[in-house]
Structure formats: structure tokens, C-alpha cells
């Protein structure tokens, strides 16, 4: 089985950066310093600081991994169309976008439910970190409970949540659904055939990937604002 290659010249990594402008995670030296020094109290709250520099350290990681998806899909983007690299017959898919592309989606709902279970553990909701139900940590459960302005953040993925929908569970985006407009009885070469129209279903047309990717941007940037709240609230306590 062929693998895709994902290697692309440098050049359509930093179009792709200028052209986001994505911002960086928040620097969390200092705050994780302090969480350090605040150590040594009770073994209960001991335990809740260690878990928040747990959660912190993992969220700036995966942002970082969000981020890179979504400037990978972008220069394959660029490159694609730079030189004609999509197919005729699916001019929706391009391998190398589609795998940053559903690789970003995933990761920037990840960012929310983990945001979530820093929140968690930073405000004592007892919510259980793992499971299903009311009772345990999401992003929709947290956001309800809490002060922080989480609205752009729900909105962003709201957007975004069509697409991923539309990637678990139906075939677009990506691939054009062809469909049988017409049969009917006719003569091929003067003998009778049976003729056979196709053409693609207008009604269920993919989604751009180009603009999935720039709803996953919009994702980053509403829990970069997000968690830049939480971080400073933290701060302010230590």
C-alpha cells in the first residue's frame, strides 16, 4: 500500500504562516513557576496545582500540533493550486490537504475539552475527568458552570462542528457525489442499448478544504483568547 507524502518546500510553510497569522500560545513559564511555588501545603491542593501544570503543559503541546496542522493543510493548499495538483474528477480532494485538514478539525475540539479540564480542576466543579454524562468533563458542561467568556470560542467550533459532522458521517466533504440522471432506450452503433446518463448531485457538493481549514483558525484564535482568560485568572490568584 502507497503512503501519502507529506514533505513540502518551506516556502508554502511561511505563505501559509504569513497568511493565518495565527497567535502563539501564551507564554506559561512564569504562572507554572508559581503553581510549582505554591507546592507543599495540603497533599489536596498540592495534588490540584500539579494537575493543572499537567493540563497546561498538554494543552500548549496540542496547540502546538493544532497549529501545525492547520499551516500544513494551508501550504498543501497553496501547492495544490499552484500547480494544478487536483483532480479533474475530484477537484474537492487532494490527499496531502485532506490528511492536515481532518488532522486540524480533530485536534482543535480537543484543545476545547481539555481547556475544559483545566477548568475543571482550577475552579473544583467535580466533574469526573472521564466517562459520559452530566456528571463528567466537556467543554458544553464546563462552559455552562463558569464566569469566563467562552462564547467566540463555542461559536467557532459550532461552525466548525458542521464539517467534522459532515467527515464522520457522510461522504462529503471532499468527494463529489455522482448520481444516474436519466436511463432510456436507444440505439448505439443502430443496435438497441440501453443509455445511461450520469452527472453530480448539486445539492450535496462538498465542502471547500480550503475553508474547513480556515474555521479551524478561527478556533485556534477564539481558545487562544480563551485560555489566555483562565491563565490570568490563575495568576492573579497565586
Known amino acids: 500500500m502507497e503512503i501519502i507524502t507529506l514533505e513540502i518546500e518551506t516556502l508554502y510553510i511561511e505563505k501559509a504562516r504569513k497568511e493565518l497569522n495565527i497567535p502563539q500560545f501564551p507564554n506559561t513559564e512564569n504562572i ?11 497533599k489536596e491542593e498540592s495534588n490540584k496545582f500539579m494537575r493543572m501544570i499537567t493540563w497546561i503543559r498538554l494543552l500548549e503541546k496540542k496547540y502546538v500540533e493544532a497549529y501545525t496542522s492547520v499551516v500544513y493543510g494551508l501550504a498543501h493548499h497553496f501547492k495544490s493550486e499552484e500547480h494544478g495538483l487536483y483532480s479533474h474528477s475530484e477537484p474537492f480532494y487532494q490527499s ?3 490528511y492536515f485538514t481532518d ?3 480533530s485536534r482543535a475540539f480537543s484543545l476545547a475539552e481539555k ?4 477548568i475543571n480542576v482550577y475552579q473544583d466543579l467535580g466533574l469526573k475527568e472521564a466517562g459520559m454524562g452530566k456528571g463528567v468533563v ?6 455552562s458552570k463558569v464566569s469566563f467568556n467562552l462564547v467566540d470560542l463555542d461559536n467557532a467550533l459550532i461552525e466548525l462542528d458542521q464539517d467534522r459532522h459532515a467527515h464522520v458521517h457522510r461522504l462529503d466533504p471532499e468527494i463529489v457525489r455522482s448520481e444516474i440522471k436519466e436511463v432510456s432506450n436507444g440505439l448505439v452503433g443502430g443496435k438497441p442499448s440501453t443509455l445511461i446518463f450520469t452527472g453530480i448531485d448539486e445539492t450535496k457538493l462538498p465542502v471547500v478544504p480550503y475553508q474547513q481549514l480556515m474555521k479551524c483558525k478561527n478556533v485556534l ?7 489566555s482568560q483562565v491563565l490570568s485568572a490563575i495568576d492573579q490568584e497565586l
Open 32 to 42: 507554572i513557576q508559581k503553581l510549582y511555588g505554591a507546592i507543599g501545603t495540603t
Open 221 to 227: 484564535i477564539a481558545f487562544c483568547v480563551s485560555i
Open 103 to 105: 488532522t486540524a478539525t
Open 115 to 118: 481547556l475544559a479540564q483545566l
Open 138 to 143: 466537556s467543554f458544553k458542561n464546563v462552559s
Open 96 to 98: 496531502q490537504v485532506s
